[in-house]
């Protein structure tokens, strides 16, 4: 569906994107990672036509972007950073004249203010919006022109838990509907709730990429729920192991930072220690391949 | 391409800015009406002095179109920077307020976009200056009336009144052309930047300094001054003149379409190879 072919991108002396290779299975939701200044941006909007690439191409169904300009975009919708509009103009109006742009009819643009959340509010102006709003109207623009294949940049920027968690359900939906979703976002465990498909970059190039069940089996340390009668004596007990990396405790469980071959050891400790264990359930982390493959842990933002 | 031109005229129509032209008309027209209601007298004196060694001048030869032909001939050093108010706008607000992250990342081409912003500023343009007539002719045809227009040059040249508003047509017509150039040349410097601000110094320095180097008689500026585009800015003049120099006015307008496909060229070069980085 979406493919690039050794892309590469240089500001100055700085090279934003070096020799980039990415494969967008078609249905699936692709998350794109990277730390700040990665070249996320960059490779998206190579792939959306504002930014020529130095060397390589974009192929959207096979077409080149580099060669057939905007029309491969032709079934693309598309929100790369925040989402800006006319702000003295209504959202409605704003529609309309990104739906002639598209050649869309104009009753397209009902369904997706109501899918977005903002058909009461589609009249007013997009000056009296806040970021959320604006960034669901961004969402709304994207749907626009019944992509089949959407490409999002950072989507959930600005929006509220719930707002985040509306996004999500969308990006669910349209899955399901056979979109293609390609998505980059800071948030690692919102890519690994929805993303069936992954790639990390940084510095301009590609770290690794797969699925996501390929992508967590990397990992050597996951995240383990233990739930337990006496919460604060196991965390007693295992806070000062040194192969425990982390602790989080909630009301009847924790969550430990830990590698695999030593879960088995900590079950046998707690036990041995008259703590009663009801259930461990092993849950990998995005945030841990992230952090390995990245191999910094402060350059998360 | 029509559907684009309507979007870049809501867009044009939805800003503050594009007003001012507007406005400003519309708060000096009336004054310059008014005064020439109780201060033509002198201009009377002045024309009948110049007309008197051939003409015996009866009646008032003061009229909207002398009060038009005046006007045109105060304003047209101002008119451009109410034209560049729109023009200045047309690329570089998009540029800064993030819209073409949207606009450009459709199945539209470039150069449509682009063409489609120019062709609106054309629209305004030509709405100004049509703005501008409305008031001098029409709302001063009601209040100095209508009559011959006497257009003293290099000689005098008298005008029916059903000449007199074909003239006029087609003067304002040019003028028109004239402005369209104007803001082709602010579009380009639009191009180029990411302020709409730049657009409108640059454009007005350039045509500042036309004018500066044509009414300044030194050999070297007299050599210089056709290659200027200002020099060709009073062809509407030509309107006014007996016969029509029709060959002028096609030579005239000619340079000034070379230069305007030339701005335009520059703008849609530097568009078309514009990261969107914004």
Redesign the interface.
């Known amino acids: 569906m979406l493919e690039t072919k050794n892309l590469s991108k240089s500001f100055g002396i700085r090279k934003a994107v070096d020799n980039l290779n990415l494969e967008i299975p078609k249905g699936s939701v692709y998350g794109f990672l990277g730390p700040n200044g990665s070249g996320k941006s960059t490779t998206i909007r190579m792939m959306t036509s504002l930014i020529s690439p130095d060397e390589g191409e974009v192929f959207i169904r096979g077409k080149s972007v580099q060669k057939y300009g905007n029309k491969a975009l032709s079934g693309v919708g598309a929100l790369i950073e925040r989402a800006d509009f006319h702000k003295h103009l209504s959202a409605k109006t704003n529609l309309e004249m990104l739906a002639r742009m598209d050649g869309t009819k104009p009753d397209r643009i009902e369904y997706v203010l109501k899918r977005t959340g903002l058909s009461n509010r589609g009249n007013d102006k997009v000056k009296t919006y806040s970021q959320g709003m604006k960034q669901r109207l961004g969402i709304a623009q994207a749907l626009l022109s019944d992509p089949a294949l959407l490409i999002l940049d950072e989507p959930t920027n600005g929006l509220d838990p719930q707002g985040m968690k509306e996004v999500r359900d969308l990006i669910g939906e349209l899955s399901s509907e056979g979109i293609t979703i390609f998505i980059s976002s800071h948030l690692l465990d919102e890519v690994q709730k929805i993303c069936s498909h992954a790639a990390i970059i940084n510095t301009g190039k590609m770290i690794t990429s797969g699925s996501m069940s390929t992508l967590l089996k990397q990992s050597d340390v996951f995240v383990t729920e233990i739930t337990v009668d006496q919460v604060s004596k196991a965390n007693e007990l295992l806070s000062p192991l040194h192969w425990i990396h982390r602790i989080d405790l909630s009301d009847d469980s924790l969550s430990v930072n830990i590698e695999n071959e030593k879960i088995p050891e900590m079950i046998r400790l707690l036990v041995q220690n008259n703590i009663q264990v009801s259930s461990v359930i092993p849950r990998a982390s995005l945030e841990e391949v992230f952090l390995s493959e990245i191999g910094a842990e402060s350059v998360i933002s | 391409m029509i559907?684009?031109i309507?979007?870049e005229l809501?867009?044009i129509t939805?800003?503050w800015r594009s007003y001012i032209g507007f406005v400003g008309i519309s708060i000096l027209m009336p004054l310059i009406l008014w005064g020439f209601t109780y201060g033509s007298e002198s201009i009377h004196e002045q024309y009948s002095r110049q007309l008197g060694g051939s003409f015996m001048v009866v009646g008032s030869i003061f009229n909207s179109f002398l009060a038009t032909y005046i006007i045109m001939n105060a304003l047209w050093i101002h008119i451009p920077f109410l034209v560049t108010l729109a023009a200045s706008d047309a690329v570089a607000a998009d540029g800064s307020?993030?819209?073409?992250?949207?606009?450009?990342?459709?199945?539209?081409?470039?150069l449509k976009i682009l063409t489609s912003k120019l062709l609106a500023s054309y629209v305004y343009t030509a709405a100004l200056l049509i703005f501008c007539a409305f008031w001098s002719l029409g709302v001063g045809s009601l209040v100095l009336g209508t009559g011959d227009l006497i257009v003293i040059d290099k000689g005098i040249l008298i005008l029916e009144q059903s000449q007199a508003w074909l003239r006029m047509a087609l003067g304002f017509s040019l003028a028109i052309l004239v402005m369209c150039m104007v803001a082709t040349l602010c579009f380009m410097f639009s191009a180029m930047v990411n302020n709409g601000v730049g657009p409108i110094i640059g454009a007005m320095f350039l045509i500042i300094v036309g004018y500066l180097v044509i009414s300044i008689p030194l050999d070297f500026f007299n050599k210089i001054e056709p290659y200027l585009f200002v020099t060709y800015f009073d062809v509407w003049m030509d309107a006014f003149k007996e016969p029509i120099p029709w060959n002028d006015i096609g030579k005239k307008l000619g340079i000034l379409f070379l230069y305007s496909s030339m701005f335009y060229g520059i703008a849609a070069f530097v568009f078309n190879?514009k990261?969107?980085?914004t």
Do not use: A, Y
């Not at chain 2, 307020?97 to 470039?110: A, D, E, H």
């Open positions: 559907g684009l309507k979007n809501l867009v939805g800003r307020n993030g819209i073409f992250r949207i606009t450009l990342t459709r199945p539209v081409s470039r190879r990261d969107i980085k």
